[in-house]
């Protein structure tokens, strides 16, 4: 038997973060990483007031669908000139969700002449289990915002999110060099542990999972 693991998010370029995370973890080497997609797993409407309510809110409903272990994350840009915005509407502050260029091009606008352009990347990675157990863990990188997108790696803000001490912007940085100081990377990193231990149970037959089709 193969241990399967769910990344529950039909964001591709979230799905191939995540899979790049966690399969740099040699304990995870042979591990199934499906994702929603694959599974035919519905979308879950974000209705949480924190990163860590939406992370559970998507991870448990994945969990009810397809009966495996699931790991799903909430993240997002927090500008302190901003109060904090997007914060957890990161995904659809300018209105539709998953439109980057928009929400983007919203936050440049409102930052337009502002000189404190300090912001954070925060991300909440949940795990949920089968039999209800449940684990969560932050990660959180600190920067500034520049003045213009630059690069074209990753996704959401990561065109305007200088990291500090970097000279690049977090989409000018190559996939191993982002994942070092990623905030995802930090968070998914801390779930380890857990991650490790209910894949052993599952393998030792302490999890059951119900049929299942996949790709």
Request: charged residues 25%.
């Amino acid at each position: 038997m193969t241990a399967r693991l769910v990344l529950a998010s039909r964001n591709q370029g979230k799905v191939a973060e995540l899979r790049r995370i966690l399969a740099a973890d040699p304990a995870l080497a042979g591990v199934r990483l499906l994702d929603a997609d694959e599974l035919g797993v519905p979308d879950v409407d974000e209705t949480g007031a924190t990163f860590a309510d939406n992370a559970l809110l998507k991870a448990r409903s994945a969990v009810g669908a397809c009966g495996l272990p699931c790991i799903a994350d909430d993240s997002g840009l927090e500008v302190a000139a901003l109060d904090g915005d997007p914060g957890v509407r990161s995904a659809r502050y300018a209105g539709a969700h998953g439109d980057d260029d928009a929400n983007l091009a919203l936050v440049l606008q409102r930052m337009r002449g502002v000189t404190d352009r300090t912001a954070r990347f925060v991300c909440v990675a949940a795990l949920v289990a089968p039999d209800g157990g449940e684990w969560t863990a932050q990660g959180t990188v600190d920067g500034t915002l520049t003045e213009t997108p630059r690069g074209k790696n990753g996704f959401g803000y990561d065109p305007i999110f200088q990291p500090a001490g970097q000279r690049q912007t977090t989409a000018e940085m190559t996939a191993p060099a982002k994942d070092v100081i990623s905030h995802r990377s930090r968070a998914l990193r801390a779930t380890l542990p857990a991650v490790r231990r209910l894949l052993a149970d599952q393998l030792l037959g302490d999890q059951s999972s119900p049929p299942m089709s996949t790709a």
